[in-house]
């Protein structure tokens, strides 16, 4: 007779398999709002007895997209002019873009917002830039409905809709979609990507980032990056890794599903570095200069089909009056010197291997997806995001935070890093000149939106299996808002008209899928589109272009002034013939429709302001601004967004320690890096506070003239600013103390504006990314001691209530 114990194997795989069901029910339920299933929707029985019972999975399955739906590989760089790459014609080769263009459709006329937080709003959603809250980029975020530098519930996502609908979703690279002051380890992340409808991301969340030490997110918290540029490392790279990962893991686990990439890489954004290798291939190829590429590009465009011929286009300097910032002036080529010419050609040399590379890391992920079959249903939208960035000056810059600290760039001072250009040692951008030239045959170039030197765009599109037309170019008129809806046309998906119980802006886009197989000529389907960013505007409809003369960030105001343009874009793509006089009631026409689609679209009130004014105003966030703040050891970095603010004001710094080894040393604090960025550290016994001014060289040190000796100590310093400097930089006076004695000081000048746009933020006990002083090596990690607190005041405490506040608050005594 069979026995009824039961023995501990069996006992072992019986709990083994419940686990294994309750695992998979679990993950089956998470997939579905409980409260969506109810008695009446439950199409099983339910009895006393389960034996008795009936069960239903069906309100607990995932969605699953329809049989043969295709994949989306959306690559989209940013600051990119249509004249500057080769399947437009233009010098830089890409010939990852070129294969698909091959395969595929080039467009000729397809637009952005002019600035990178706006048009990746637009991709994202579907709507107008301003019904998204971007009226500009996240950091000139106002208390404005179309200015919020919030992604409203109105505006659901293309990655939420996927997403519920069967798709995996993925997010690689660039967000810059968050407001500054979320990007934090402890604030809210509803508008982080895995809360706006993707599985899966891996980048940096800010709107650039240093691409040999980046500010670097996975998923939902902060990483640092897994090696330094000494072992190989570069952002492009790694960003190609990790999508590659993310595919790859998918298809291990769900081959059956379908998956939505968005890969953003850095490039071609500031700071341009990339691989000696890449910058190598382009020595020589810019010497003749802005001008001369400019006439050398034109008749490759045309020839490739993305510019009509006749086309031409006006001399870019100087403009007329009210349209260009005077920061946006170029130099003459034919007047620089020859050390001049070599700095600014060796610059785009750098911008141009940097988007080669990148390019070349694409290309690893085509060709994995080609050789597993995948490529054939994969949608392939390559694009970029605005125009040919102008933040380089005039001059160009070895560090382009100092345009955005209204700091000028000295053409003395960039020459000394020519041969440090591309590398770590920079964070580079070209002049003003070559901006213009890579937006050959339009006027401007990025944040002006009136004109196509900051809107028009490379664009193209492959499909294997969807699009018959091969290599073929389309001129129809289009715009970023229109992605959202192609994609959900070659999906089969609507936007719904109520998403989780919020109503929903309807798209303001429309679809592009009529141009893969229409032919060349047919009509576009797109009718009207607003341009609006940092006070310039635009309008097109039809074929009629409207323009307001206003220079972004120009500062002037009264708006109702401005001087319209108008011109043909159907027969005039350039831009060049101004017909206002000729057809006034036409201007009328389109002046009226651009008020009409600003009062509908949230754009107004209109903003020039300059760039200090804007990225200086302080802007509210979960933790209210305060006189004192505390920051502790063992911290991640704590981003620039939400660190405290010591810019154009004095503040003070102390640091409570406990010396326990003579030759204790490394980094007691620091914020920002080596192009702009302060800290306190200990090293060879003594007390160090460097300012890094803009990277400017030499730095400005403090040295301590005792030595450190073993015990509790207070270090610190304070900065007394007496007065502004001709370029907003603060003047004053720094001391450096011990234990509340002054043991150093001197004249200092600290910045106006933010470190950096990197991301590199304020570390206690280490030096994050990139190291503020060349006095050590990142991570410059505190040693022999231990380091209780540091407080930051930007309030009138004197110092010695601060050094006994410090005392107080962080000693373990």
């Not at 034109?298 to 993305?306: D, F, N, Y």
């Not at 037309?469 to 992605?483: E, L, W």
């Not at 410059?780 to 930007?794: A, D, L, P, Q, S």
Request: hydrophobic share 35%.
């Amino acid at each position: 007779m069979k026995s009824n114990n039961i023995s501990v194997q069996e006992k072992s795989l019986f709990l083994f398999l419940l686990f294994l069901l309750f695992s998979v029910n679990s993950k089956l339920f998470a997939q579905a709002d409980p409260q969506q299933v109810t008695k009446e929707t439950f199409k099983g029985k339910m009895a006393l007895d389960i034996r008795d019972s009936k069960s239903d999975w069906t309100p607990y399955l995932p969605k699953k997209a329809p049989v043969g739906s295709p994949n989306i590989l959306f690559i989209l760089y940013d600051d990119t002019g249509m004249a500057a790459w080769s399947p437009y014609g233009g010098a830089i080769n890409m010939p990852t873009m070129q294969k698909l263009a091959d395969n595929g459709i080039t467009y000729s006329q397809w637009h952005t917002t002019a600035l990178c937080s706006p048009t990746r709003s637009t991709l994202l959603t579907g709507r107008n830039h301003h019904l998204n809250g971007m009226a500009a980029i996240t950091e000139t975020a106002d208390g404005y409905p179309g200015a919020s530098g919030r992604i409203p519930k109105q505006a659901a996502t293309i990655g939420q809709i996927l997403q519920d609908n069967g798709w995996s979703t993925f997010w690689v690279g660039k967000n810059h979609n968050v407001p500054e002051q979320d990007i934090a380890a402890g604030g809210p992340r509803s508008t982080w990507p895995l809360q706006m409808g993707f599985d899966r991301f891996y980048g940096f969340l800010g709107g650039e980032t240093n691409q040999w030490y980046p500010d670097l997110t996975e998923d939902n918290h902060f990483v640092e990056p897994p090696a330094t540029p000494e072992e190989g490392y570069h952002l492009s790279k790694d960003l190609a890794d990790h999508a590659l990962e993310f595919i790859k893991d998918q298809q291990a686990t769900n081959p059956s599903k379908p998956w939505y990439m968005w890969y953003c890489p850095g490039a071609n954004h500031a700071p341009h570095q990339a691989p000696e290798e890449y910058i190598a291939k382009y020595k020589g190829k810019f010497d003749d200069g802005y001008d001369a590429y400019r006439k050398w590009v034109l008749p490759r465009m045309i020839a490739k089909g993305v510019i009509p011929a006749g086309t031409n286009f006006d001399k870019f300097n100087p403009m007329p009056p009210g349209v260009a910032n005077p920061a946006d002036n170029v130099l003459d080529w034919n007047k620089l010197k020859p050390e001049e010419k070599k700095l600014f050609s060796r610059l785009a040399e750098v911008y141009a291997g940097f988007s080669e590379y990148t390019d070349a890391q694409v290309g690893r992920i085509i060709d994995y997806l080609e050789k597993t079959g995948q490529l054939e249903n994969t949608v392939v939208i390559y694009a970029a995001d605005n125009g040919a960035s102008g933040e380089g000056s005039e001059s160009g810059s070895v560090n382009e935070n100092k345009f955005f600290n209204g700091y000028p760039d000295e053409l003395k001072e960039n020459l000394k890093y020519i041969d440090k250009l591309g590398s770590p040692d920079t964070y580079e951008h070209y002049p003003t000149g070559w901006a213009a030239a890579f937006s050959t045959p339009f006027k401007m170039f990025k944040r002006y939106s009136q004109y196509a030197g900051g809107t028009c765009d490379p664009l193209v599109i492959s499909w294997p299996k969807g699009i018959k037309a091969k290599g073929v170019v389309r001129d129809q008129f289009h715009h970023s808002t229109d992605i959202v809806p192609t994609i959900l046309d070659v999906c089969g998906l609507e936007m719904p008209k109520e998403y989780r119980g919020v109503p929903q802006y309807p798209l303001s886009g429309v679809s592009m899928r009529y141009t893969f197989d229409a032919a060349p000529n047919t009509k576009t389907q797109k009718h009207i589109q607003y341009f609006a960013m940092l006070g310039s505007r635009a309008l097109w409809k039809d074929g009629w272009k409207a323009v307001a003369l206003h220079a972004p960030l120009g500062g002037k105001g009264h708006f109702d002034k401005d001087v319209w343009e108008l011109y043909n874009t159907d027969v005039d793509r350039s831009e060049s013939n101004n017909l206002a006089a000729k057809y006034p009631d036409k201007l009328k026409e389109l002046i009226k429709d651009w008020n009409d689609e600003a009062a509908k679209n949230l754009v107004l009130p209109l903003d020039d302001r300059s760039a200090i004014e804007v990225l200086g105003t302080e802007r509210p966030s979960s933790e209210a601004p305060r006189d004192l703040y505390k920051y502790y050891p063992g911290t991640s970095a704590v981003p620039e967004g939400v660190a405290v603010n010591v810019r154009g004001r004095s503040y003070k710094i102390v640091a409570d320690v406990d010396v326990k080894d003579a030759n204790a040393s490394g980094v007691l604090f620091a914020h920002g890096s080596r192009f702009g960025g302060h800290t306190l550290f200990l090293k060879d016994k003594k007390l160090h506070y460097v300012y890094n001014f803009l990277g400017i060289a030499p730095e400005q040190k403090f040295t301590s003239n005792v030595a450190i000796t073993p015990g509790k100590h207070v270090f610190g310093m304070e900065f007394n600013r007496e007065k502004a400097g001709p370029n907003g930089e603060s003047i004053g006076t720094m001391k450096l103390y011990i234990d509340g004695k002054e043991v150093a000081s001197g004249p200092m000048r600290t910045q106006s504006g933010k470190f950096t746009l990197s991301g590199d933020g304020l570390c206690v006990g280490f030096d994050s990314g990139d190291a503020v002083s060349k006095e050590y090596k990142t991570p410059g990690t505190f040693k022999g001691g231990e380091i209780y607190g540091v407080g930051i005041n930007v309030g009138k405490i004197e110092y010695s209530d601060l050094n006994n506040e410090a005392k107080r608050a962080f000693s373990k005594d």
